[in-house]
């Protein structure tokens, strides 16, 4: 069974640039999560869907973050314009179903210049 | 919301040792509570989960305890070897879309 999979592993930006980031997850996986884990600390989630639909997401900061799932399959997650403290690891996740097991991505590492 | 609280952040153990790491959580309403494993520039990976109804559960060398009247929950490694070596999260979620983790304890095993 193939892993979730994301785009691009590194990314360097100059703050108040744009960045999107891409997410495929396990084939059939209704639930799609993405968290931010800024360095020595646990994953925050930002948003979490439901096929296409967005379940939460009370922790997105919307002003500059925006995220979409169009078919239910794959997600992209932007930031625009970035800022110094965006820089982390931004995780997807996937999962059959809510409370089943989430299944990680690599992981994109995002560095604001 | 739930906050979810990790201690110890770093611990170190001999091999062959045992090792405990404990979370708290502030949300009585919890009632799922999974362990990642998280090694150095990787992603992290489920090793165990509890769920409320649910006191203890075992999985070979790991075990996961849960106390839901003192909000706690723990997990503890036997037997540790030095490929356990790497960050352990706990989180706690009562919803499905409010998962919330722990900061996170860096275990290192010295052979």
């Known amino acids: 069974e193939a892993g979730v999979a994301q785009s691009p592993r590194y990314k360097i930006i100059e703050k108040r640039q744009s960045v999107a980031f891409w997410c495929n997850p396990i084939?059939?996986?209704?639930?799609l999560y993405w968290y931010q884990q800024i360095l020595g600390q646990g994953p925050k989630l930002l948003i979490q869907f439901q096929n296409n639909g967005v379940v939460d997401d009370s922790q997105l900061p919307k002003d500059r973050f925006s995220a979409e799932r169009l078919k239910g399959v794959d997600s992209t997650l932007k930031i625009q314009p970035a800022k110094l403290e965006d820089s982390a690891v931004y995780l997807c996740?996937?999962?059959?179903?809510?409370?089943?097991?989430?299944?990680f991505g690599p992981g994109t590492r995002l560095t604001v210049l | 919301g739930e906050n979810v609280e990790q201690h110890p952040s770093t611990l170190s153990v001999q091999e062959g040792d045992s090792a405990v790491i404990k979370c708290t959580y502030s949300d009585s309403a919890s009632n799922y509570f999974p362990w990642y494993k998280q090694e150095l520039g990787k992603r992290p990976q489920l090793i165990i989960d509890i769920r409320s109804n649910v006191g203890e559960k075992k999985d070979q060398r790991i075990a996961v305890t849960l106390n839901k009247t003192a909000k706690h929950f723990s997990l503890h490694i036997t037997e540790t070897q030095p490929e356990d070596s790497a960050v352990y999260f706990c989180?706690?979620?009562?919803?499905?879309?409010?998962?919330?983790f722990g900061a996170g304890t860096r275990l290192t095993v010295k052979p």
């Open positions: 084939s059939g996986h209704a639930t």
């Open positions: 989180a706690a979620s009562e919803t499905p879309n409010d998962m919330r």
């Open positions: 996740a996937s999962s059959d179903r809510a409370y089943n097991e989430q299944f």
